[in-house]
């Protein structure tokens, strides 16, 4: 029995979550290049884009002075361009085991369709980097935890890989190692027996770069992705989010996530 | 009294006594050849380690502990105690090219570890070689592959369910 259609913002929320979530677990993401992989030459706009970086001396500890974020602009993101997964897999080293079920993700592709209208869109969905994060709260041993600026992280010496925090996650974010791990990236430390998920790689974030994902979509001339400080208001995420706004998945649980939608409409 | 000064006289040359003996037996193993482990110096001797051996020996850990907690949580980088540095000095591959794995008892960490028994878990997560060493092919188009068998698998099940 169909339901009928009722079009308060709580329903159409809801909609959208359950569908992200089945997308999500099997839908992934087809894995054929839409676009040109050759050369791109980025444009002035892309690269101010993304200007938004960190200044701060490496001995001095991060503080709540900044908050990391990202904007991604739905309209932009191609059904079947998967370049930031990709970037994603390369920069932490995720290997698959041929098993899609368990395989680490820190990235997905996830296509939504309205039910009403039928228009569909993909999305990249990643850790959502909450303030006030489930999987922060879940943890048994401080494990997961928000850095002062605002990246969710695992502090995988601590983590005893209940997953717990895997189950607390609106968002599916969270994936669990396995297997043994060898020769990870120097950056990117995993190992079996513990839980993981997108560090909006904070080592480069660190260094004064951009996460992977933001750098291959704008490299590709895709300029889906916007990377940036949320705190400073003349950096181009804030700018982008004052002019134009942008959306919270799952907004009605009040986690203030880091990661923010625009072009989301049915 | 004098009965108890007597006891404790006793006590103590035994105790010396069992020291000596002890102490020499140890010697004496020593030279039949105790095996110890063997342990990788750099061959860059141009390198200075960040404290002398003595102090490396005994507090490596509590220098790799402190940074640890201080990179993960507070984002402080670039200090010179780290894992990654360690490694980058110490583990180098043999005239052969082969790099000895932490599996193995040749490899610098695990030579002393495995020589005292103490559990070593570093490696669990860690790279346990120089990334220069690790040849990392490009997974993207296996992975691609996966995914692509993946959406196929899920859209036949998805018309199953929708008609």
Excluded at chain 1, 35 to 61: F, M
Excluded at chain 1, 198 to 204: D, F, H, L, N, S
Excluded at chain 1, 240 to 263: I, P
Excluded at chain 2, 143 to 160: I, V
Aim: glycine share 6%.
């Amino acid at each position: 029995m169909k339901k009928t259609e009722n079009k308060t913002i709580n329903n159409s929320r809801r909609d959208f979550l359950s569908k992200a979530a089945v997308a999500g677990t099997i839908t992934i993401a087809p894995g054929v290049l839409l676009h040109s992989t050759s050369a791109h030459a980025i444009d002035g706009d892309a690269t101010d884009l993304n200007t938004s970086v960190s200044t701060r001396p490496l001995d001095q500890e991060v503080s709540s002075k900044n908050r990391w974020g990202m904007l991604i602009d739905t309209t932009k993101c191609a059904t079947g361009c998967t370049d930031c997964v990709d970037a994603c897999n390369e920069e932490n080293g995720l290997i698959g085991h041929n098993r899609p079920e368990t395989d680490a993700q820190y990235i997905r592709k996830v296509t939504l369709k309205s039910k009403s209208t039928g228009h569909e869109l993909s999305l990249p969905l990643m850790c959502q980097h909450c303030e006030t994060a489930p999987c922060a709260d879940v943890c048994p041993t401080g494990a997961s935890f928000v850095r002062a600026d605002g990246i969710a992280l695992v502090d995988k010496h601590i983590c005893i890989g209940c997953r717990y925090c895997m189950m607390a996650c609106p968002y599916k974010a969270r994936s669990f190692v396995h297997e043994d791990v060898k020769n990870q990236k120097l950056s990117a430390p995993r190992g079996k027996g513990t839980v993981e998920a997108c560090t909006m790689c904070v080592t480069r974030v660190d260094n004064g770069g951009i996460p992977a994902c933001v750098e291959a979509c704008t490299a590709e001339n895709h300029n889906a992705m916007i990377f940036g400080d949320l705190k400073d208001p003349n950096s181009p995420i804030s700018i982008e989010l004052k002019k134009h706004g942008g959306k919270q998945l799952r907004s009605d649980l009040a986690l203030n996530t880091g990661v923010r939608y625009q072009g989301m409409n049915e | 009294m004098t009965r108890f000064l007597r006891q404790t006289a006793v006590m103590v040359y035994a105790l010396v006594g069992f020291s000596l003996l002890s102490a020499s037996t140890l010697v004496g193993t020593a030279h039949a050849g105790t095996p110890f482990p063997d342990i990788h110096e750099p061959t860059d001797k141009s390198v200075k380690c960040i404290q002398p051996e003595d102090v490396m020996r005994r507090e490596h850990m509590n220098y790799i502990l402190h940074e640890r907690d201080e990179t993960m949580r507070e984002g402080i980088r670039g200090e010179p105690e780290s894992l990654a540095n360690c490694i980058n000095c110490h583990v180098e591959p043999d005239e052969n090219g082969e790099i000895a794995g932490i599996e193995t008892d040749q490899h610098f960490c695990s030579a002393c570890h495995e020589y005292t028994a103490v559990q070593i878990d570093c490696f669990q997560c860690h790279a346990d070689r120089p990334q220069k060493y690790i040849k990392r092919n490009s997974h993207t188009s296996s992975l691609r592959q996966q995914l692509q068998q993946t959406l196929a698998a899920s859209n036949a099940a998805d018309k199953g369910v929708k008609q």
